[in-house]
Nanobody, 124 residues
Framework: QVQLVESGGGLVQAGGSLRLSCAAS????????MGWFRQAPGKEREFLAS????????YYIDSVKGRFTISRDNAKNTDYLQMNTLKPEDAAVYYC?????????????????WGQGTQVTVSS
């Protein structure tokens, strides 16, 4: 089992930045990919970005490319999502997820373990 705990959410003004963190514990040696998703009220959960265990490969959806950056610190078993130029439509609960297969993922089914989520609110 792998436990994931997100942090770093909060209230920010439009145009501002936030950095989310996802700390992993447990059988982290079984994790080969990490990802970030978000879910806004009344909407389905949406994939944002993923990264391989080495950190050498990343993948983003177009709507966040250039604004969001996923990264990881293997020594700390922690992944990050740096979010810049935030917009009101970025407001959502943000989730990190861990997958046990090699390579990048983008579907919910590509990830086995999930955090509880952290709320991001963007004021206009």
């Amino acid at each position: 089992q792998v436990q994931l705990v997100e942090s770093g959410g909060g209230l920010v003004q439009a145009g501002g930045s936030l950095r989310l963190s996802c700390a992993a514990s447990g059988r982290t040696d079984s994790v080969f990919r990490m990802g970030w998703f978000r879910q806004a009220p009344g909407k389905e959960r949406e994939f944002l970005a993923s990264i391989t265990r080495s950190g050498s490969s990343t993948y983003y959806i177009d709507s966040v490319k250039g604004r969001f950056t996923i990264s990881r610190d293997n020594a700390k078993n922690t992944d990050y999502l740096q979010m810049n130029t935030l917009k009101p439509e970025d407001a959502a609960v943000y989730y990190c997820a861990a997958g046990i297969y090699v390579g990048l993922g983008y579907r919910e089914s590509d990830f086995k373990f999930w955090g509880q989520g952290t709320q991001v609110t963007v004021s206009s």
